[in-house]
Nanobody, 119 residues
């Protein structure tokens, strides 16, 4: 049974910082690429940041220089450090685990955690 459980979402003022965590279970964590997506009501889910199984990060242009994705394979956890938060960062943040296998891709999602940035 695969589970991804996000935590850390809060109400935070503009300019503030927050760290999101995603704890994974039921997968061989170190072999998966991990990513954070976010979604505002009525909008498409968008990729915020991803980190490969080897630790190589990638960021959306809108968060580059402000957010940092990292992983701790010993804890089966991926983090998203968010600094200099803006109201446009508001949304539900979802953790994703993905791996391309011989049988096809595997893709798992967490339940989401709400981040609200006030102005």
């Amino acid at each position: 049974q695969v589970q991804l459980v996000e935590s850390g979402g809060e109400l935070v003022p503009a300019g503030g910082s927050l760290r999101l965590s995603c704890l994974a279970s039921g997968i061989s964590f170190s072999t998966y690429a991990m990513a954070w997506y976010r979604q505002a009501p009525g909008k498409q889910r968008e990729l915020v940041a991803l980190i490969s199984s080897l630790g190589s990060p990638h960021y959306a242009d809108s968060v580059k220089g402000r957010f940092t994705i990292s992983r701790d394979n010993a804890k089966n956890t991926v983090y998203l450090q968010m600094n200099s938060l803006k109201p446009d960062d508001t949304g539900a943040y979802y953790c994703n685990a993905a791996r391309f296998e011989r049988e096809g891709p595997s893709n798992y999602w967490g339940q989401g955690t709400q981040v609200t940035v006030s102005s």
